[in-house]
């Protein structure tokens, strides 16, 4: 099981994060992973469009979400479209009941 913390700072040192912080402002994306038939991991940044990747582990993914999201920001900001990020967005799931499928074969 990993803490929050490991699974936000993978391939990071905590000092290095810390002077990160000083030096620039931070923003905040969620990362939606999904594992895949394959057993891969599938990693969305939402707030990111076309911010999509993965990786063979989650800690994988993770790393690769945080690069492809760098990349896509510095290339929004080249272009000089904003992307705002999701300090602002609160997340819930919700379980809903489902139908089985039928067979609709004639």
Sequence with gaps: MFT???LLTVGNC???HKMVNKAMKQATY?????KEPEGVYTAIVPSIPGCVT?????EEAIAMAREAAEGCLEVYAEKGIPIDDDSETFEYSINLPVAPLTDQAA
């Design 30 to 34: 969620r990362v939606l992973l999904r």
């Design 4 to 6: 929050i913390w490991q």
């Design 54 to 58: 993965w990786g063979e582990t989650i």
């Design 14 to 16: 905590y000092l290095c």
